[in-house]
């Protein structure tokens, strides 16, 4: 408060009982924030921040458009997984590894949507100066167990479509290929797994660090991020090449072979959102605005969780079509 009422009476002729013509000056807003970016702990900034912008009138803008995207997906998701177990059970055909990795994943990405779903209650989509401060802890938390379903979710989509590559293609050379995917992606998901959890020492540091009074220490996230996203996004492109070489192979009519392909190739869509979830996730890592800046990662790490699930499951449709 006193670096505006200093920046006020230093910076204009605005009368302190006339705060439209201090909100309306550049020079005492400009002086503000720079005393305020100087002389505050964060938390005092943030109330500072949302002090004078209530003092102008200016009210955040509370961001909601992902709660309807992220609720419309998983909706479509838990439809194909069901779709897929009437499909095998229609053919009266016994569920297989494949099936209960896809029912993993989708109990994994239900759970990660209800985290999302708790984002909105908290304040995730407005300013950070808008966030009542006690729910910014929480927010984090909930954003580190959000990572985590995440990736534990993609492991298992990648899982059942390896193990479903491996269950229909049993033509020479496909098996050991199929098999050094599975591994690659289990081994890759242990070690980004580590990585995440142990971003920050302590690791609670994590969640306590926006308010820049606690001592820690955290590793550079973009770059564990960007080195995540590179493997995973390699991995999706290998499984979406991976059957093309076989498709032709099978003992399909060319209808069905080209309704095959096509189901394999929607896997572009899930290499698209993956690509994009990377760029939010820059834009996240160097953001001072993380709350209004988080929809972008939950959008698009939501939309790559879905459309993977609804990815891995088309194939198994056949027998309903």
Known sequence: LSCLLNAVTTQSNCSLTDPACACS??????????CVAHSCTIPDALTTVNLTNTLCG??????RGYIIVIYTFVALAFILVALRFIARMTKRNPLWWDDYSILVSIIITIGFTAVCGIFDTLGVGLDIWAV?????????ILLWS???????SRCFVRISISLFLMRIFRVSGARPLILLTLVLNILITIAFTFCLIFQ???????????????EGFCIDQWAVFLVGGILSTTLDVFLVLLPARWIFQLQFSLAKKITTAGMFS???????????????????THSENVTKD???????????????????????LRPLM
């Open 200 to 214: 920050c020492t302590p690791v609670h540091y994590f969640w306590h660090r926006w308010d820049g009074l606690h």
């Open 132 to 140: 009542p401060q006690e729910n910014l802890q929480t927010i984090f």
């Open 146 to 152: 959000a990572l985590m379903c995440y990736i534990t």
């Open 58 to 63: 200016i009210k955040s803008e509370h961001d």
């Open 25 to 34: 000056n550049q020079a005492v807003q400009g002086t503000a924030a720079l």
């Open 294 to 316: 988080l929809p972008k990662i939950v959008i698009w790490g939501g939309l790559e969780l879905y459309v993977a699930t609804i990815c891995a499951c088309l194939p198994s």
């Open 266 to 284: 929607l896997g572009i869509i899930v290499i698209v959102t993956s690509v994009m979830r990377v760029v939010s996730l820059y834009t996240f």
